[in-house]
């Protein structure tokens, strides 16, 4: 079964909570947990997430996953301001917001390698 693995700021958590439930209720045979960024270096090792949407970026933490989406939540003058970077696989990408519909897409897609044994984890 493939696993997702939401975090963000403890300041953030109804954004968190929401993004949980609406991954849920669109792909309700996955299996996705939320957590703090305090405890996400923990979670990371021991749930093995293919997918993590978080504040943070990837190169952060020493786990690998097949697909990390993040939604900065600082400031916006930094970097490319409020462009969420996605990693999927190795191939990396910029983009607005990101909607639900681009997140849902790159689990979907997570999970089509994943099901053909084509997922390296290098995100």
């Given at each position: 079964m493939m696993?997702?693995?939401v975090a963000f700021e403890d300041l953030r958590y109804l954004y968190q909570?929401?993004?949980v439930k609406a991954i849920l209720d669109?792909?309700?045979t996955l299996?996705?947990?939320s957590a703090s960024l305090?405890?996400?270096a923990t979670v990371l090792l021991h749930?093995?997430?293919h997918v993590v949407v978080c504040s943070q970026p990837s190169g952060a933490h020493p786990v690998g996953s097949g697909a990390w989406v993040q939604i900065p939540t600082d400031d916006?003058?930094?970097d490319y301001g409020r462009l969420a970077r996605m990693c999927l696989d190795g191939e990396h990408w910029w983009t607005e917001g990101p909607p639900l519909s681009e997140v849902l897409a790159v689990?979907?897609?997570?999970q089509e390698r994943l099901h053909r044994e084509r997922l390296s984890g290098d995100c």
């Open positions: 696993r997702i693995l909570d929401l993004l669109s792909r309700p299996n996705v947990r305090e405890d996400l749930f093995e997430p916006p003058s930094e689990i979907d897609e997570t």
